[in-house]
């Protein structure tokens, strides 16, 4: 166990936290639920830049790390959908996405063919976490639209997601092809 770790861990437990919030949709707790995503996703930089800086590196960490930003994100995404903040649909792709992926990983790697994170999955990741603020924030406040700003980053996001998601399965198939 390192920082690396606990910070990774740190994120997983602030998920369930969010989600209490978000039961009872008010302004406090938008804000709460706000910052707590927003400190949670900076952890997911912080970990990895120590883990790759700072030689932090782990088997436990490079299991945790994708699963908390999965947890995190989809969480988010799905506590909003009834409070018609995003659409169903758009997070059922986004999540679907993410499962295909996945599952994709895990047959790769049965036959010996790693699928590494592209940059444009890590951009998908990022938008997120920018379009999930907002959307959590929500109410306007000084004058600010939260909401459609959230809106718009999400979309980035979507189009971010749905490009990733071609790139990994074009490049499995085109990697089990070459590969005999």
Sequence with gaps: M????????????????????????NVLNSLIAAVLFLVASITDYVDGYLARRMHMESDLGKLLDPLADKLLISTVLIMLIPLDRVPAWMVAVMIGR?????????????KQVVIAASWLGKYKTAFQCVAGFPLLVHYPIFGLQFQ????????????FSL??????????????????
Excluded: C, H, K
């Design 98 to 110: 993410e499962m295909a992926v996945t599952g994709l990983r895990g047959i790769a790697s049965e």
């Design 163 to 180: 490009w990733s998601g071609w790139e990994y399965m074009y490049g499995y198939a085109r990697s089990i092809f070459s590969n005999g």
């Design 148 to 159: 459609q700003g959230g809106e718009f980053f999400l979309w980035i996001a979507f189009f």
């Design 2 to 25: 390192n920082l690396a770790n606990i910070l990774t861990l740190s994120r997983i437990i602030v998920v369930p936290i969010i989600a209490v919030l978000l039961l009872d949709d």
